[in-house]
């Protein structure tokens, strides 16, 4: 038997074994988010043979090779887990290690080319013993996160070799519905930036991407019926905008990694960039009786307005594939025809809990989103209050990454917990999840990376694994080891404290 | 006449012109840190030809080519200017705009092969004229500075002509001493980091490398005399080391940027890591009577001791050429032997102000340097105190650029006055200057650019510029600009605000 250096941190952790009582034991494994049942058996141990070790589907699978979410995945994955080599074979006889050459995926049910929904199922069971190497999920995005679990279970030895322990795994997300939002009007962000941050956010099963894409500060979204709204609205129309065939490769990319794109379009206010494009759009402001040169929100008193409006959402609900759609309202009275028009348009959508404070009047499936920390009520009256009115309910208030402070600010992002108010069993079924949100104030792709990664990291693991996840200390060499592997991975991660990984970021 | 786009920004600034009296004028031109004394008279402008353009010694010059600091200054700030190309001829006759090929460099005194010190001259004067383009300074490392200054002068139109404004420059630094320090103990900075750390000091005139280089946490710095000390303290002997040649590498890259490198080797605290190498060198802890395991600070009371110390720093004092040796004595009680023996090197020495707080005997020469804010008096107030004991004075307690808070922070930084405290004129005259610190405990190669530019750049003008150059508003367009340019030369600089810069970060 070789030394086994193991890469994966000690733990302690109580685990809930499938089917038994909770049990405490010392875990070889280090998995973010952790998944909600997992077993480890560190004396015993299995090599993969980087140079043969594939995936495959299972003959029962319903999916099977050409399903494009999974052949793909396949390649990305063993290009994670393997990197380029030179790679020390394991098959000597005298390491006397079983060595493993494939994992076996079989999903239960077909649908390769669709998008991820709200209520996809993501659940996946990961079974990693002498008798089987095998991922067992209801749909291909399960699989994807199962991929990834497994991705993070592979450690190398000091000699090179690949290795993982006897695991079993039954997982699935607490809430279906865990975002980041990115802002890409204050700053623009290359569409490498994004897709990056795609990847990264499939690291950390993140299933939604929030693309607050336009704002007053600039409009980059260049629209096939209104060039003008990107050719005047943006910074430059040369290089800073989104063409229809950037969107479609976001849209794609977030697809192939079990992500939805949310986008969002911020009405009534927050519109100042889209007045350069569409000349009477905006509300004129005066001083006195002359116009002031500065503008307001949407004019809401002309007819010209409502056609705009109808014309350019239905371009967005056909270019954005996602079931809903941010419709933002947040900080000023908002109106409810745009919640008409969106809705004719067969699509559901999300509003900022301005809405709802504000006494819209909303249809009963409208999400509301709570971004506000104390005002008018602090946020966990405010998501008692959402509840109650029977409306859905995702949370962000405590995760606007975009405000740093010094220190291992993570810990207080990660002991939030979303169910922390007053409410019936009915009322908790209706938070769906949450958003870690980037504002672009003072981000753009030059310190986007280290400012959201590991630090999202804590609200993926608080959106996706059990209420019980959440003691600061055990996770400390947990995300600190994810944060190593995301180094590994190319990721410029930021550290959590001193210390180093055996694999820095060098450029 | 074709058209001049003008990237620099529009300042209303009041100037000092040569010799007249202060004079208030629209100015074009944005230069950071912000020159003594500069006119510009936008309605005279000239154009460089790219493919043409270079400096040249000037006849009455002391130094000539062959010169090292300025032979490799010229070709660098041709590259940092002109970048790659191609460029577009500005030698059109219906132009009408005079084309200007050569900068000429006088240079006063010899010296090429010196290295900087504290008390080095960097005045120059900067003349672009019809009738003469010309940079002149006392020493080489002036020259550097009109040189960086010269290329912040230059604009490129929208059809890609290079062109310079007539400009008028007389410039020297308020303080002698403007210093960042580096902490590459908590994390490791490969080399190449601190390479790149290097150029951007000298885009932003910094003259002083505080490398503190070993602490508690780990001893990448790899002795001649005393391997051990990196073989068993630092993270990784194998890749988290700096071996003889990286820091003969650090020092002459900063030399011919005119920085010193000043070298901290922080006892007796902070030693941690110099234990595991020189076993016997910590002062061992008990638990009643028997030893805990754990380490104090470094054992005064062994005789061995004092030897390895009076070897190690005599090591120490060879291979950093700097006159200056930073004795750190921060955070425990002091001792003046070390003091001594530094002092039989030939070596002058800076301390943390614990020091000097705890009456330890100094020498008159003795550098104090300043970094508590409150404690056990206001940083003012000590300031106050030390220059009333004779000492000279460095200032860092405001300028903690590891400490992050959300927004502009870099205002704050920019507002601070270093002299203003109670004292004589004496008293103000030994501030030699000061330092922007980035500790290392959240801080290594994924975050330091971005959290270091620009917001050091508030701590360069602080300490280069004028007292009266303090208006934060008027700063921020021509930090916005200097930000652009960072992005420009490659360096992933973080933005200010909402907005965008022509030439954005890629990697």
């Known amino acids: 038997m070789i030394s086994l250096e193991h890469t994966g941190v000690l733990l302690l952790l109580t685990l809930l074994a499938v089917g038994t009582l909770a049990q405490t034991q010392v875990l070889e494994a280090s998995v973010w988010p952790w998944p909600q049942n997992i077993r480890v058996s560190p004396n015993q141990t299995f090599a993969l043979n980087p140079s043969l070790f594939h995936f495959q589907y299972s003959a029962a699978s319903a999916v099977q090779p050409g399903c494009s979410v999974l052949d793909e995945a396949f390649v990305r994955y063993l290009r994670i887990i393997f990197g380029t080599g030179p790679w020390l074979s394991p098959d000597r006889p005298d390491l006397k290690i079983t060595v493993k050459n494939s994992l076996d995926v079989l999903v239960a049910v077909p649908g390769c080319d669709l998008f991820p929904e709200m209520n996809s199922l993501e659940n996946y069971t990961l079974t990693l013993s002498n008798q089987q190497f095998v991922l067992k999920s209801h749909t291909v995005w399960g699989a994807l996160r199962g991929l990834e679990t497994f991705s993070q279970l592979i450690g190398r030895s000091a000699e090179g070799m690949f290795y993982v322990n006897c695991t079993d795994i039954v997982d699935f997300p607490r809430f279906p519905h865990r975002g ?89 206010g927050h519109t100042l960039s889209w007045g350069k494009g569409i000349p009477g759009l905006l509300t004129p402001c005066y001083s006195g009786s002359v116009p002031s040169g500065s503008y307001g929100p949407v004019n809401p008193i002309l007819n010209r307005t409502y056609e705009f409006m109808a014309s350019f959402f239905q371009e967005i609900s056909d270019v954005f594939p996602d079931f809903y759609l941010h419709l933002g309202g947040d900080e000023v009275d908002f109106t409810c025809w745009l919640l008409n028009i969106v809705s004719s348009y067969r699509k559901g959508y999300i509003v900022w809990q301005e809405v709802f404070d504000n006494d819209v009047k909303l249809s009963p499936d409208t999400v509301v989103h709570v971004w506000r920390e104390t005002k008018p009520v602090p946020y966990a009256m405010e998501m008692k209050n959402i509840t109650k009115a029977g409306y859905r309910v995702l949370l962000s208030s405590p995760w606007y990454l975009n405000r740093i402070s010094y220190g291992q600010d993570w810990q207080k992002i990660y002991s939030v917990e979303p169910l922390d108010f007053e409410g019936s069993p009915e009322q908790e079924s209706l938070v769906i999840g949450g958003e870690a949100c980037m504002w672009g104030e003072f981000v753009d792709m030059t310190n986007l990376t280290p400012r959201l990664w590991p630090r999202a990291g804590a609200v993926a693991e608080r959106l996706w694994s059990s209420k019980s996840v959440n003691d600061t200390k055990l996770a400390y060499a947990r995300l600190a080891n994810f944060r190593c592997e995301l180094l590994r991975r190319g990721v410029q991660a930021q550290p959590l404290f001193v210390g180093f990984c055996e694999h820095d970021f060098y450029h």
Do not use: C
């Open 180 to 268: 980041l939002l990115l802002d890409t009007s204050r700053h623009y962000l290359p569409l490498q930036t994004i897709l990056e941050t795609l990847d990264v956010m499939a690291y950390n099963k993140f299933n939604v991407f929030h693309w607050h894409i336009v704002d007053d500060p600039s409009f980059p979204y260049e629209s096939v019926n209104f060039p003008e709204l990107s050719r005047k609205g943006s910074y430059d129309p040369a290089s800073h905008i989104y063409t229809m065939e950037d969107v479609k490769t976001v849209i794609e990319y977030a697809r192939l990694r079990g992500i939805r794109v949310l986008a969002e379009f911020d009405t009534p």
